[in-house]
């Protein structure tokens, strides 16, 4: 055979980054392998496909230049069908959005009994602040109406297994608890208040995204 090379372009920051982010850096990690040939060039945007090259923009910079290909492949994005848009009009619960939303075992949310998973779904992602007096009482351990050092790490480390938005905050943000504890105390009185702890929710809750509904993703986001 002869020797081959793959170059992939990625209008992102980072491949399949509609995927949880744990995903996204075991694929670049594997395609970055010196024995697989294969170039990734993320930031990048197609111009125009000629007939035997391809013109590429680095979106950083403006700058355009060609690469030349023997075979080229397009992948782009995808609309819902006519079935997943009428059943999307037909369950209740549904946003009118692009796909059937789902919760994490990829039921389809307000149909019994249907699961739905691949490019016509997304999973549901549950929103912190929504429960942030719940979340505030079940952590104040010692019911003084305000949170510790180590009733917030308690919370912290529970909350990574229900929220995937903790684990990509602290992953991306690459602060410790304490650090991320201090700046959210903003009267400085090492204590967390109701309105510092909603201040803090919003913030983690900042890194959610819509997750495609595959059997990958729902068994890592119930797995962090």
């Known amino acids: 055979f002869l020797p081959t090379s793959i170059t992939l372009v990625q209008s992102g920051d980072h491949v399949l980054n509609s995927y949880d982010e744990q995903i996204s850096n075991f694929t670049e990690s594997n395609f970055s392998k010196e024995d697989n040939n294969v170039d990734i060039l993320t930031g990048t945007r197609v111009i125009e496909v000629g ?5 590429l923009m680095n979106k950083a910079t403006c700058e355009k230049y060609k690469v030349p290909y023997g075979m080229c492949v397009w992948s782009t994005g995808v609309s819902p069908r006519e079935l997943t848009q009428k059943m999307m009009q037909s369950f209740q619960n549904q946003k009118r959005g692009r796909a059937l939303l789902t919760d994490s075992y990829l039921r389809a949310k307000g149909a019994e009994g249907i ?19 719940e979340l505030f009482k079940k952590a104040d351990v010692n019911g003084d109406g ?7 790490n308690v919370l912290i480390e529970q909350a990574k297994k229900e929220y995937p938005q ?6 991306k943000a ?17 204590k967390l208040d109701l309105d510092e702890f909603k201040h803090m929710l919003c913030t983690l809750d900042s890194q959610l995204k819509s997750l495609p509904a595959t059997a990958q993703v729902a068994h890592n986001k119930e797995s962090i």
Request: charged share 30%.
């Open 51 to 55: 007939e035997k090259e391809v013109t």
């Open 115 to 133: 699961f739905a998973l691949g490019d016509c779904s997304t999973i549901e992602q549950s929103k912190m602040i929504e429960k942030a007096e």
């Open 146 to 152: 305000q949170l510790s050092l180590e009733e917030f």
């Open 166 to 171: 903790v684990c990509l905050f602290f992953n």
């Open 174 to 190: 690459l602060k410790s608890l304490d650090k991320f504890f201090a700046e959210m105390d903003t009267s400085g009185d090492q």
